[in-house]
């Protein structure tokens, strides 16, 4: 029995590979010119780098060197199967939200990755999935990307940044993009961007990735919480990466502060607990006790594979890391399989 989706978009899991990987991502190898002719602060392009590798300059400055992994389907499936993974769902690289460019210049830049996802997934013949990008920074343009993406072979959802130039996404001003995606059954990704506090960290740049996005995706989730979204839009499936960051250290303080401060009980309708295991996370945390951790908080139907492939700082054995931490063999198989079907809106082939 082959691996992935079959044409009907049901999932089949063969030859050793059952995994749903909901954390990849995906950079174009070339970018069109900046709208207009001209230059235009935030727009990537690609310049030739050793071997099989390229790197992606923004504002003429490297901003990252990438293998081609990227962007062949060939060379992710062969390192799929290698990591037992079935299907890899596919976003862009946080960078390439483009919501620090001109909102129309945004949407075709997010419009390129998308198509060259939309490409990746027609090549992968049921092994990949879409989540593409949006121009978060103007609603109704990001609206308009949405139902085009919604209507597309392949696509599920979307990859939306922790916050949105410095707005996180609980705030009201969001809520008619979340309906939308509620009302066309969209999965939504939270992967942090930009993320605030980089003037708190002593050290090399890597930092913002080690310690400053976990920090952002947890403020996410948690202004997810005390806004009330999924009360708002209770049909909404809001997942976030790196584990839901620091949510899980932060969620015994706010529950605590919900029972003592009578300002935060009333603007709740539900316990900040009730409402985290309505959450969907990853499991990229690179420690079996966290994972065990984040499993406890946001319930064992709520985890799901996430690796960052296929940068260098990513969980490379997924599997292995879920069987060393849990015994249990249903349990292993939602947080291999099942919770993502589930997340992604995708029916099993019996």
């Known amino acids: 029995m082959s691996t992935g989706l079959n044409r009907a978009g049901r999932f089949r899991s063969g030859c050793g590979c059952v995994g749903i990987d909901v954390h990849?991502?995906?950079?174009?190898?070339?970018?069109?010119?900046?709208?207009?002719?001209?230059?235009?602060?935030?727009w990537p392009s690609m310049t030739p780098a050793q071997d099989c590798h390229a790197t992606v300059v923004i504002d003429d400055k490297p901003y990252r060197t990438v293998n081609d992994a990227c962007w062949v389907a060939e060379r992710r499936i062969?390192?799929?199967d290698r990591a037992g993974i079935a299907v890899q769902a596919l976003s862009p690289m946080p960078e390439l939200f483009g919501y620090w460019i001109e909102a129309q210049a945004a949407a075709e830049l997010c419009r390129h990755v998308n198509d060259v996802i939309g490409a990746l997934v027609q090549e992968g013949q049921g092994r990949f999935i879409g989540l593409g990008g949006l121009p978060m920074q103007d609603i109704d343009l990001a609206i308009v990307e949405l139902q085009r993406l919604m209507a597309l072979p392949g696509f599920r959802g979307v990859e939306i940044g922790s916050n949105i130039n410095g707005t996180t996404i609980g705030d009201p001003h969001f809520h008619p993009f979340f309906a939308k995606a509620e009302r066309l059954g969209a999965a939504i990704f939270v992967h942090a961007v930009r993320p605030t506090g980089m003037d708190r960290l002593v050290g090399p740049a890597p930092l913002q990735q080690i310690l400053a996005y976990p920090t952002d995706v947890g403020?996410?989730?948690?202004?997810?919480?005390?806004?009330?979204?999924?009360?708002?839009?209770?049909?909404?499936?809001?997942?976030?990466?790196?584990?839901g960051g620091t949510f899980a250290a932060l969620l015994p303080r706010l529950e605590q502060g919900y029972h003592t401060f009578p300002a935060v009980r009333d603007s709740l309708a539900q316990?900040?607990?009730?409402?985290?295991?309505?959450?969907?996370?990853?499991?990229?945390?690179?420690?079996?006790?966290?994972?065990?951790?984040?499993v406890s908080v946001f319930g064992e139907d709520r985890v799901m594979i996430g690796t960052d492939y296929p940068f260098n700082f990513r969980e490379k054995a997924p599997i292995s890391r879920i069987e060393q931490a849990f015994d249990d063999a249903a349990l292993r198989e939602r947080l291999t399989f099942r919770n993502a079907l589930a997340f992604l809106a995708l029916d099993e082939e019996i």
Request: proline share 7%.
């Open 271 to 294: 316990t900040p607990v009730d409402q985290a295991r309505k959450l969907y996370v990853d499991a990229l945390v690179f420690d079996e006790d966290m994972l065990k951790r984040i």
């Open 24 to 42: 990849c991502h995906v950079v174009p190898s070339s970018f069109p010119a900046a709208p207009g002719g001209g230059s235009l602060s935030g």
């Open 78 to 80: 062969e390192e799929m």
């Open 219 to 243: 403020l996410a989730a948690a202004s997810v919480i005390t806004g009330g979204l999924l009360q708002k839009f209770p049909g909404l499936r809001i997942a976030f990466s790196h584990g």
